[in-house]
């Protein structure tokens, strides 16, 4: 059995995909990984993969409303998609000179 109806295995998986987004931003104009491995970007879609199979078991585990979710989710994604539009909430910094 997994423990706690997967939230423990959820956990785990957001923490992989917060080390590969974390790689990703530190080496945001390469996909190279330091370590020679694959590409930051097939490690990032796989963890990402990781944590929505995460999420699809807790919600199946917990009983959850996945339609709830889903709806919640496509609200969320045109919020994003409006704010990523809008010209004044651009992505400040990410070409800025690194800090010394």
């Known amino acids: 059995m997994m423990a706690a109806k ?3 295995k959820l956990a785990e998986e957001m923490g992989e995909l917060q080390q590969v987004v974390g790689k990703k931003l530190a080496y945001f ?4 990984h330091p370590d020679g ?8 879609q796989d963890e990402i993969a990781d944590v929505i199979a995460a999420c ?3 919600v ?3 009983g ?10 496509k609200m969320k994604l045109k919020l994003y998609e409006k704010w990523h539009a ?6 400040h910094g ?3 000179p690194p800090c010394l």
């Open 64 to 73: 959850l409303d996945a339609d709830s979710i889903a709806e919640r989710s």
């Open 86 to 91: 809008d010209d004044n909430n651009n992505d």
């Open 6 to 8: 997967g939230l423990a």
């Open 56 to 58: 699809a078991f807790v």
């Open 60 to 62: 199946q585990t917990l």
């Open 94 to 96: 990410v070409d800025a």
């Open 29 to 32: 104009t390469t996909d190279e």
């Open 37 to 44: 491995g694959p590409p930051l970007s097939a490690r990032l």
